[in-house]
């Protein structure tokens, strides 16, 4: 089934030999080549390190970018914050006038001057006023007149 063995020559040996693995970590007696040593036998220490001009480039573009940014932002905050100090200053008008419309209901005269429409006008504070006081004495024989009719119609 096989040829008959031959005598393995000496350059028959040689091709055949595999040569033993090369390590960067450990040398040919199994100890551990330390970190620093490693980097000098590989002779990276020796290269100049060289730093691409774009790196500043991409920087300074997003530097610039970012104060872009931050200017948008603080526009956009001040216009809401405008926007919002309008609302407020308006909804508050409507209130006014809304508790100038039932003053004038209530006291039954017509619609007085408009709050705030004079350069040194007063405009009295809505939560100064006293909602506890007593009634007044006029009011109060009316409305005990009022209960005594509603009474007799039940």
Known sequence: MHSPPRPVT??????????????NW??????????DKRLVADGRGLQEVQ?????AKLSEALY?????AREAVSMRSKVQKEMMMKEKERKEQELRALAQK???ERTGTGPGPAIGSGPGSFV????????????????EHERKH?????????
């Open 146 to 154: 009022k209960r005594g009719s509603d009474r007799d119609r039940d």
């Open 102 to 104: 039932a003053r004038s």
């Open 64 to 68: 610039v970018a970012e104060q872009q």
């Open 10 to 23: 000496v350059k028959d040996q040689q091709d055949w030999k595999i040569p033993p693995c090369i390590s």
């Open 26 to 35: 450990k040398n040919p007696k199994g100890y551990t080549i330390p970190l």
């Open 51 to 55: 730093i691409n001009d774009n790196f």
């Open 124 to 139: 009295p504070d809505m939560s100064m006023m006293d909602t506890d006081e007593p009634m007044r004495p006029e009011h």
